[in-house]
């Protein structure tokens, strides 16, 4: 196998494998038809070099935009599909299966949506959001420094709207998107949510947003995440999103630990393809192959439910799950997937991300927990 191209990873043929057409309404298909064609022709044969240079991620998230991608979870009423979240599941999977980079970006726009549409009453969405359905203006997202004690942004109520202070210590699509809503706590805990310029900028005020260089990730470089230093950033009414209430963040964790299953699924999907044009690797392929489809069928089988919280073992699940098909594909593929523009490479730092993203305390405990149950069978 050439380490330096990626095999086509769409689909493998099993007839228990769904996907996100296998569940849209009619008035859906086309466009995730056109998704995609467009990933297994055009995304999948360059995954490796979309995950190292920004021009082709940014040229890849701006063509799913105009394709459709944003419309698909969003309400009629907004001007979307509304799609229910088996087919937005699937469809996450296949970003992810295709390019861990382009579908974490594509995560970040969705994320931002998701916030606006909670606030269509806000002038920002009043303004923005016929724009953003269209993926013809891209925005980014940053919350979760909401997990750390004490939070690093704070917003303080002024005459003139919010005052924001503080760090933002994770912000990704630099380059790839123009702005970017922050959330910050106000006194009462209640969370304000901001949008600003995804720039350096200093206001006439003496407001500045400071944006750093982009960070040396290990995984998904070219999705551009730096940190940012807001120094008495004056929000002004009209940029003002919303303000939802101190349990947001803890509510929205629940909600998208088993819908943030997908991504890994499609991680360890990937692997299993790696597996699977191994002659020397059956063994693996086919022990691999039934857990992934018994964990399928439990994830598909709580979709519908509402946030227990045995969801976390599921995501945990998914997870280790990537991880483990990932190594498993990296010991078959020999020293050559040690090359960075190695699939396999690609493939094992994507699962790392995994592993750390959206990380809140039930999703850290269950992944301890499974290691100390796998350290247990042994």
Avoid at 4 to 12: A, G, K, Q, S
Avoid at 157 to 185: D, I
Avoid at 353 to 377: C, D, F, I, K
Wanted: aromatic share 6%; hydrophobic share 45%; proline share 6%.
């Amino acid at each position: 196998m050439n380490p330096t191209l990626p095999v086509l990873i769409w689909p493998i043929p099993d007839h228990t494998m769904m996907n996100a057409l296998d569940f849209a309404d009619p008035e859906a298909q086309p466009i995730l038809t056109e998704i995609q064609t467009y990933l297994n022709s055009f995304v999948s044969p360059i995954a490796n070099r979309i995950d190292q240079q920004k021009t082709l991620l940014s040229e890849s998230l701006q063509t799913l935009g105009n394709l459709g991608i944003f419309r698909l979870g969003v309400p009629k009423a907004q001007g979307g599909l509304g799609c229910d979240r088996r087919t937005l599941w699937h469809l996450s999977l296949q970003l992810a299966q295709t390019s861990g980079a382009l579908a974490f970006l594509v995560a970040q726009h969705q994320s931002a949506l998701g916030i606006l549409l909670e606030h269509t009453e806000g002038n920002v969405a009043q303004t923005y959001l016929a724009d953003l359905v269209k993926g013809q203006v891209l925005i980014g997202v940053s919350f979760s420094h909401l997990r750390h004690n004490p939070v690093d942004l704070q917003a303080q109520p002024t005459s003139k709207g919010y005052r924001l202070q503080g760090m933002l210590p994770w912000l990704s699509g630099f380059q790839h998107m123009t702005m970017f809503v922050a959330a910050a706590p106000l006194p009462d805990q209640r969370i304000l949510f901001a949008l600003m310029p995804f720039i350096n900028a200093q206001q006439a005020s003496g407001g500045i947003l400071h944006l750093s260089l982009p960070l040396p990730l290990a995984a998904v470089p070219s999705t551009q995440t730096v940190q940012a230093e807001v120094v008495n950033w004056l929000v002004p009414p009209e940029d003002v999103v919303g303000i939802s209430g101190a349990d947001w963040i803890a509510l929205r964790d629940r909600q998208q630990l088993l819908r943030s299953s997908a991504a890994p699924m499609g991680c360890a999907r990937a692997s299993l393809q790696i597996l699977a044009e191994r002659a020397d690797a059956k063994n693996l392929y086919h022990h691999f192959r039934d857990r992934w489809h018994r964990l399928y069928d439990q994830i598909q089988g709580e979709l519908e439910n509402l946030n227990p919280p045995y969801h976390a073992q599921l995501r945990a699940a998914a997870i280790h799950l990537a991880i483990q098909t990932s190594q498993a594909a990296l010991i078959a593929s020999g020293g050559s997937a040690l090359v960075l523009s190695h699939t396999v490479q690609r493939l094992y730092r994507e699962a790392m991300l995994y592993t750390v993203s959206g990380l809140n305390a039930p999703l850290r405990h269950a992944l301890m927990e499974g290691l100390l149950l796998e350290g247990h069978r042994h």
